[in-house]
């Protein structure tokens, strides 16, 4: 156990009093001021979040995922699926989560969409593991543009079944095309020859799935709400992040860390890739944002949309603050939750279902931890 000596409790400090120093300056070189919150007006808005559960055994990972939306009524999705190992898998299964999130939220009637997150980092998420080399393969491989465009197609199609089965509350099954028998069919179908290459053409296509997604949510009203940001808006070419210089700028203007919010504009710098075009919501998006303090004291989160957050909006977002944060997404974030006793019970289920055959890839290295 580590004791509190002399040496650290300095070292400390002089690190504190370094940053301090250093939002000083900066701050007092900024020319954006806090403006006091509106009073709030009445609208409708719904809460997204999602969450996941995964196991890895050892033949097979088995996860679960869930996404709520949270307003005038709470609408869900629930999917159960596996893959084969793979190297990225907790990537694949984190983009799996979000496309459940954005199918929720293309699919609201209220006013007003909130995701939790950044909308910068929902488009600057391509799969790292899908690089130019994997492209170059699948091009030589596979009639890709075309494959593109059906696939596109169909998923258009898609979205209806799983907007009846959201509606009628029955949204439990594993909703990403690329699992269906369909993705097997267009795949057969868009060789150019005998070779294929299965694996790295459905990772691509889980990601054309994932931009689908966000292109649809784009159509709708749609404020992200990032809870912690490390952003550099006001603090360029700093080791400081935007969040402390914005404390000190409300403790310099107000005296206190009073409720507000300050305009800016981000920058988005990364470019996507070349089947982006065919997603003119997320080509010709625009982002803008701001910074909020919804309650005297409480934390500051980064608002994001691809719409001007005027001041309008930020009013009808205080109607649904509740101690410094947004009562959508809290309900949200609680009807996603998904417990680890229910994601045991779910796999349980599900492995005393199989044929005994296949117990030696049903092996969970944490077994003996957990006894």
């Known amino acids: 156990m580590w004791r509190l000596s002399d040496e650290l409790l300095s070292e ?41 559960g995964l196991e890895r055994l050892s033949g097979i990972v088995f996860y679960v995922i869930s996404a709520a939306s949270v307003g005038e009524d709470i609408r869900e999705i629930h999917e159960v699926s596996t893959l084969r ?29 909130l995701m939790d997150g950044t909308l910068r980092g929902a488009i600057i998420r391509p799969p790292a593991y899908i690089d130019r080399d994997i492209y170059t393969t699948l091009s030589e491989l596979y009639d890709l543009d075309g494959l593109i465009d059906d696939f596109i197609m169909v998923l258009d199609r898609w979205y209806g079944e799983i907007a009846e089965d959201v509606i009628k509350g029955v949204a439990r099954k594993d909703y990403l095309l690329t699992r269906s028998e369909y993705f097997d069919k267009i795949e057969r179908g868009c060789r150019k020859g005998k070779i294929e290459d299965k694996n790295n053409l459905m990772i691509l296509m889980e990601y054309i799935e994932y931009l689908h997604a966000l292109n649809r949510l784009l159509e ?8 912690s940001f490390y952003t550099n808006e006001f603090t360029p070419n700093s080791f400081i992040t935007d969040a402390a210089v914005l404390d000190f700028m409300a403790r310099e203007q107000f005296g206190e860390e009073r409720a507000g919010f300050i305009h800016f504009k981000p920058d988005l710098r990364k470019s996507l890739p070349w089947y982006a075009k065919k997603f003119n919501n997320l080509t010709k998006t625009e982002i803008f944002g701001a910074f909020v303090r919804f309650a005297d004291g409480a934390n500051i989160y980064m608002l994001e949309s691809s ?3 005027e001041e309008e909006t930020i009013a009808k977002l205080c109607s649904f603050e509740a101690e410094g944060y947004l009562i959508p997404l809290i309900h949200a974030h609680r009807h996603a939750e998904i417990k680890r006793k229910e994601l045991k019970n779910i796999m349980s289920a599900m492995l005393s279902a199989v044929d005994p055959k296949y117990s030696f890839l049903l092996k969970r290295g944490r077994e003996p931890l957990e006894r």
């Open 220 to 227: 709708k009203d749609v404020v992200f709400v990032a809870k």
């Open 85 to 113: 190992p793979h190297v990225h898998i907790e990537e694949r299964v984190r983009l799996h989560m979000h496309i459940s999130e954005f199918r929720l939220g293309s699919l609201a009637e209220e006013e007003i969409v």
């Open 12 to 52: 400390f400090e002089r690190n504190l009093e370094e940053s301090y120093n250093s939002v000083v300056n900066i701050a007092r070189n900024i020319k954006h001021r806090w403006r006091d919150l509106p009073e709030p007006q009445p609208c409708s808005v719904c809460g997204v979040d999602g969450s996941r």
């Open 307 to 309: 719409k001007p957050i």
